[in-house]
């Protein structure tokens, strides 16, 4: 009876673990790249706008202070992954070269899943299918071709090139092994300092650990997984102590993540429902969307709902599956091993995160996925290899078109907020985020409407507030201007962009006391604020006291984190004032 190529006694030892082949690897480099070659003309999107390009940090600040940064939202310390981006911008601060990176990176992480799918798998059939599966997936254009998504890039090649040095280690002996054993742990550290869910690699390694060594003892393992475990707990030491809390310091926003303030049978009930829809994203990846925040992923409230039914129980019975079969099929359990760990921590059910769902979340934990589709690719191809071969051929073909697609997508602002409108329509964020690209339009009507939908959506949203306001301000209705700064600031009373818009238009209105109260109250939301120190100071010349205007642009001179543009505006205001002093 001729065996299946997933049985498990078809498997070689764990010491004849197969080379990959020059055209193995020649191939998924073409697999990965030649889908994302139009990433290469996008620019700056989304988060890529303040997180890189906008900047200071990135642009002007010395690289050796870039080691203890931490991005404010989220308490987001990555300083490997912020490393990269002041590189990029020293050579250039042009969009390219950036995505050139991410799209090397994401080649160099497709070959570590052949690499590494090959003694795992015991197939080289089934590591090449896993490999190109994975290079083509659409749910990683994310990742990919939005730049801030080189966070997800460089933590999973950090994993698994621990993984790989790992398995290397434990196949040689002498001086070889204990290079190796360090390359290995100073990946893992690599990866958990380009963003913190590198730590999961921890329970990789243990699983990769069972299946080079089935027979070692447990004595044998812990005594392989300590280093990687105190490498592990130095990086949290050294967060906690940067960073100042483990977790994050504050509880998300519950525009970004609605399960942040519910309890936690609810937050387990979406938590369930959330995971079956990163499942079928990997499995049919049709329509995707750059955010899910509130309201486009409703919580469920309910034991009873139809949606966490549906999704309970086809999760359910899948894990069922699995560990039904996993004596028969142990690499399918495998498989399965590699994807729940790295998603345990982004679940949302250990703890909430920053975001309710993100497809750059699946770019690790989509190599679980991947490697049984490896498997089955193989299996099929056992029993009828030339339509098999059609079928994996049209279905990798179809992805990779798929993700030229949604590459486009993600060419600039306007193409990625106007998709996800589409995508995403019930998303509050996603309503501002095109209201922000209609008003940089002068689209000001249509910008309107986006912003009134945002804040329908979640009347708690202070930046759409803001934004109404900042419509009648262009408009020049300053009635309108003034009563949606106000709301902005009752629901935000330290949002000090808005005491300084309100300023503004007080001051244009000759309000000179009232413009004081709002420069005034902005200032101590943000002593340091260049724009709110400049109005303060156009209030003292039009009060006809130039002294203090003098004295207040002075601050600005104790300030080095100004950029080019912002020095131009000190500047006018100065000269404003030297005016004023003849």
Known sequence: MRRSSTDASAAPSADAVARPRPWMVALVLLAAVVPYLNSLTAGFAFD??????????????????????????????????????????????????????????????????LLLALPLLGSPLAAVGAALVFAVHPVHTEAVTNVVGRAE???????????????????????????????????????????????????????????????????????????????????????????GALALPLPPQGLDNPLAGLDVATRLRTAAVVAWSYLSLLALPLQLSADYSFNEIPPVTQWSEARFLAAAALLCGLAAAIVTTARRLPRLALAALFAVIPFALTANVLFPIGTIMGERLLY??????????????????????????????????????????RNGDWQDERTLFAATLIDAPNSAKAHYNAGVVLQNDERLEEAMTQYRRALAIYPAYTNAA??????????????????????????????????????????????????????????QSEPNNLMLLVGMSSLRLAQRDPWRAADGLARLDRLDTLDSAERERVAVARRAIEVALR
């Open 48 to 113: 890529d706008v303040f997180i890189i390009r906008d900047n200071p940090a990135v642009q002007i600040q010395p690289a050796v202070e870039l080691l203890a940064y931490v991005y404010p939202e989220g308490a987001l310390y990555r300083p490997l992954t912020m490393l990269t981006y002041a590189a990029n911008a020293t050579l250039s601060p042009q969009p390219f070269g950036f995505h050139l990176v991410n799209l090397a990176l994401h080649a160099a992480v497709s070959c570590a899943v």
């Open 153 to 243: 890039l460089l933590a999973a090649l950090g994993v698994l090139a621990a993984l790989l040095a790992f398995a290397q280690a434990r196949r040689t002996s002498g001086a070889p092994r204990w290079l190796w054993a360090a390359l290995s742990l100073a990946a893992y550290a690599a990866g958990m300092l380009a963003k913190e869910s590198a730590i999961t690699g921890l329970g990789l390694l243990a699983v990769l650990d069972w299946r080079l060594t089935p027979s070692a003892r447990w004595r044998q393992r812990l005594v392989a997984l300590l280093p990687y475990a105190i490498v592990a707990l130095a990086y949290l030491g050294l967060r906690v102590a940067v960073v």
């Open 364 to 405: 690790l934990p989509s190599v679980g996925w991947c490697l049984a589709c490896g498997l089955a690719i193989a299996a099929a191809m056992a029993q009828r290899r030339a339509f098999a071969t059609a079928v994996v051929a049209t279905l990798l073909v179809a992805f990779a078109a798929r993700t030229w697609l």
């Open 466 to 523: 803001f934004g109404i306001g900042s419509v009648y301000a262009q408009q020049r209705i300053d009635a309108g201007a003034v009563y949606w700064y106000e709301r902005a600031i009752g629901l935000a009373p330290d949002f000090a962009n808005a005491h300084l818009r309100l300023g503004l238009v007080r001051l244009g209105r000759g309000e000179l006391d009232a413009a004081e109260a709002a420069f005034s109250t902005g200032l």
